[in-house]
């Protein structure tokens, strides 16, 4: 069953299905995190970007995030995100 992909006038914590299955047990979700980041790459720079975490009940571990800049759409995914992440006290964290 397909779920809600963006509302109309998101908000930080917001939380939302974005598909179901309900014969595998699994739901996909994701959460907003800010309305208003900025992310450079080479198709330029843009702000007011919407930054979402976006997960699975199947997979809890696996995480990834997304982030749509308006008018334009999906700008920039990183996936393979450590749960530590979802700590709001870390910033950052070294990778191996």
Same mark, same amino acid.
Do not use: H, N
């Given at each position: *069953?397909?779920?809600?992909? !963006? =509302?109309?006038? =998101?908000?930080?914590?917001?939380? *939302?299905?974005?598909?179901?299955?309900?014969?595998?047990?699994?739901?996909?979700?994701?959460?907003?995190?800010?309305?208003?980041?900025?992310?450079?790459? =080479?198709?330029?720079?843009?702000?007011?970007?919407?930054? !979402?975490?976006?997960?699975?009940?199947?997979?809890?571990?696996?995480?990834?995030?997304?982030?749509?800049?308006?008018?334009?759409?999906?700008?920039?995914?990183?996936?393979?995100?450590?749960?530590?992440?979802?700590?709001?006290?870390?910033?950052?964290?070294?990778?191996?």
């Amino acid at each position: *069953m397909p779920g809600i992909l !963006v =509302p109309g006038t =998101p908000e930080v914590g917001q939380a *939302m299905f974005i598909g179901q299955a309900p014969t595998a047990q699994e739901i996909d979700y994701w959460e907003v995190l800010a309305l208003d980041a900025t992310i450079s790459g =080479p198709s330029g720079t843009f702000s007011g970007v919407l930054k !979402v975490r976006q997960g699975s009940t199947l997979e809890p571990d696996d995480r990834e995030l997304a982030f749509y800049a308006p008018g334009v759409g999906l700008v920039r995914e990183e996936a393979g995100l450590s749960p530590a992440l979802d700590a709001p006290e870390v910033v950052a964290e070294r990778q191996p």
